[in-house]
């Protein structure tokens, strides 16, 4: 055999056992993704698991925590049958259908604290969160169908349930007077009389509010946007609903500082105590003291155990999302408030926004509970029932408000308010595309630049140790040579000379 005839047969060897080695390291390259996703995802269960406390439970069921479903059921009939036999009947058509939707209500709630899916709070006791859950879909039910009304008719079944509603409303504005000091020494009030004159039972419900939006969320930063971006979006809105036109003091002092910051501080202090907490239950009849007694008694109002919030936003592009989408939700809820007052015709002190404030406090807790689950434990495959129901609910508020009153919502916004959320929001979008895009590609265009020469150095590495074979001589790593044998070519079939001899056919 000639040597071009060598030379091509051992270049053909040579081309073969560079694409066999390149298909298998495209091969191995192609499994490493799952290997890393499994890696990953082993890594977010160890996360979430360090988030949450630690629980020490001796295990007791007693009889407060079995479900008594026959007994509720057996109430439930009973009440019936007093209805039905013993009652006598009013020809009060007006009564017996409030009545009768109250009775709905009930009996809708009833079945669900028996027979509702446990969600992931359990304490003081499981059917006090599945009756919020069922208030929570009566409260759906009720706006879906004032979905259907007219602003009219809607406005005509307020005053149905309460005589004192369906009349409109007063424009009220904060904005007065806004001076913060008032040099007129004889004023009864004293010089900050505008200041103490907003002093009412709304700065302290507005304190308590950011107090359990604090326990909600979890995270500080969080709710400092929320509490900020509401003040601008008042700012903005004024020219809509005169209600939140207020003084450059009221906005900023009272409301951020004082009222917003002292709650999130309050619930800041409580975050802490509750990360740190021992988490350690026995049952009642184990404790021997009365004392001892009581106390469990009073802490079982208190968490069963406790997971610590860390939302990451800047992390991906889903929890970036995930995030915004959360802070907007907050902020449509907290407007949502405002807007149905004015359409709908019912004053802020009524019983109505009180009870709606009541259903949103421990059904918000639980929908941020399992939205956090959704987004940071990678075995919570589905989202939560809670989390669905509320972002229903003030999505079909924000609906209602739209259909009764579009002018409204829709009246055109002063230029320079258009140029400031123009502003921002371009900002914001840009951000986004540069932290998860542009930033995203540029880092793994390096990792994959960094990942090819780690990969070239360990092939050098590779080549550097194995013995070099030329038609003459075989040389060692230690600087050794041999003579071959015969006609000056090696008669080994080593598969180094293999090797060797297809890189050197391809000129490597």
């Not at 990360?275 to 802490?299: A, D, E, F």
């Not at 807790?365 to 956090?372: G, I, K, M, P």
Request: charged share 20%.
């Amino acid at each position: 055999m000639s040597g071009d005839d060598g030379a091509n047969r051992w270049g053909i060897i040579g081309r073969l056992t560079v694409k066999r080695e390149t298909w298998e390291s495209q091969s191995e390259d192609e499994t490493m993704p799952s290997e890393e996703e499994a890696r990953n995802q082993e890594t977010k269960e160890r996360d979430f698991s360090s988030r949450q406390t630690a629980v020490f439970d001796d295990g007791t069921n007693t009889f407060f925590w079995r479900a008594h479903s026959l007994t509720v059921l057996a109430f439930m009939i009973i009440c019936f049958l007093f209805v039905s036999l013993i009652e006598d009947q009013k020809d009060d058509t007006a009564f017996n259908t409030k009545r009768g939707l109250g009775a709905c209500v009930l009996a809708f709630c009833l079945f669900g604290m028996t027979q509702a899916k446990d969600g992931p709070m359990v304490r003081p006791h499981p059917a006090f969160w599945r009756l919020f859950l069922c208030l929570s879909i009566v409260y759906e039910l009720a706006l879906v169908f004032i979905l259907f009304q007219t602003a009219d008719d809607s406005r005509k079944l307020m005053s149905y349930l309460d005589s004192e509603l369906g009349k409109p409303l007063p424009e009220q504005s904060y904005a007065e007077e806004c001076r913060l000091y008032d040099p007129d020494p004889n004023h009864p009030g004293g010089h900050f009389h505008n200041f103490w004159d907003k002093w009412d039972i709304f700065v302290f419900s507005h304190l308590v509010g950011w107090y359990f939006k604090m326990l909600m969320i979890r995270d500080y930063w969080v709710c400092w946007v929320i509490s900020v971006m509401f003040e601008v979006l008042e700012y903005s809105l004024e020219h809509q609903l005169p209600n939140f036109a207020e003084c450059w003091w009221d906005h900023w002092l009272m409301d951020v500082l004082i009222c917003n910051g002292l709650g999130i501080w309050f619930g800041m202090m409580t975050l802490n105590y509750l990360n740190i907490k021992t988490y350690s239950w026995r049952g009642l009849w184990h404790i021997p003291t009365y004392s001892g007694k009581l106390k469990r008694i009073v802490l079982q109002f208190t968490p069963y155990s406790w997971t610590k919030f860390e939302w990451r936003p800047t992390e991906n592009l889903h929890r970036w999302l995930a995030v915004l989408g959360i802070i907007s939700l907050f902020l449509l809820a907290e407007l949502d408030t405002f807007y149905l007052k004015a359409i709908l015709w019912i004053p802020p002190p009524h019983f109505l926004n009180w009870i709606r404030l009541m259903v949103y406090v421990p059904t918000g807790a639980v929908a941020l509970r399992e939205t956090y689950q959704f987004m940071d434990d990678p075995n919570c495959k589905k989202f939560g029932q809670q989390s669905w129901l509320i972002a229903a609910i003030i999505v079909t508020e924000f609906l209602i408000v739209l259909k009764f009153d579009f002018q409204l919502v829709m009246r055109p916004f002063p230029p320079h308010v258009t140029m400031g959320w123009s502003i921002g929001l371009a900002l914001l979008f840009v951000y986004t595309l540069w932290r998860f895009c542009f930033h995203f590609f540029i880092g793994k265009r390096r990792r994959t630049t960094s990942a090819t020469v780690d990969h070239s150095s360990e092939t050098s590495q590779h080549v550097k140790s194995e013995p070099v074979h030329s038609s003459n001589h075989r040389v060692y790593q230690n600087g050794d040579s041999k003579q071959s044998a015969g006609n000056g070519t090696s008669k080994s079939s080593s598969p180094y000379r293999t090797r060797y001899r297809a890189r050197t056919a391809n000129g490597t």
